[in-house]
């Protein structure tokens, strides 16, 4: 409902020029990053993160990939490390076990299951042709 009351707005929004739109953006980004912890190298940090974003978008990377190993890392982590700990420091008593093995297993065939999918594809498609 709210969104049907703003339309009139947020078109004139859109007729901004897009120099003082993104000079805007970028201003209260800088802004906000600073004023999270009051600190200058908070804004290195973004500025550091804009040019591997820019290149990450000039040559076609993921940047949503880059953005959860970012977020689920640190996560991940502490849960190897807390796995570890459980199994006192051995890997095989941590990893090996028919659960873990299970989830591991139907991970890779999930990852490898496209490739599989279209080699098998192409396989019929050239058997068919002859």
């Known amino acids: 409902f709210g969104g049907m009351l703003g339309v009139k707005v947020f078109v004139k929004l859109l007729k901004i020029p897009y120099f003082i739109a993104g000079t805007t953006i970028l201003v209260f ?20 993160f804009s040019i591997i974003g820019y290149f990450m978008k000039r040559y076609k990377f993921s940047v949503v990939a880059l953005i959860l190993g970012l977020v689920l890392g640190h996560l991940i982590e502490n849960n190897i490390r807390r796995a570890l700990i459980i ?28 490739y599989v999918s279209s080699f098998r594809k192409i396989r019929k498609n050239r058997g068919g042709k002859k």
């Open 29 to 48: 980004s800088i802004v906000g990053s600073f004023a999270l912890n009051n600190d200058i190298d908070d804004i290195w940090i973004f500025l550091l």
């Open 87 to 114: 199994a006192e420091f051995d890997w095989a008593k941590a990893f090996l076990n028919p659960l873990t093995m299970t989830i591991f297993v139907m991970t890779v065939l999930l990852l490898i299951w496209p």
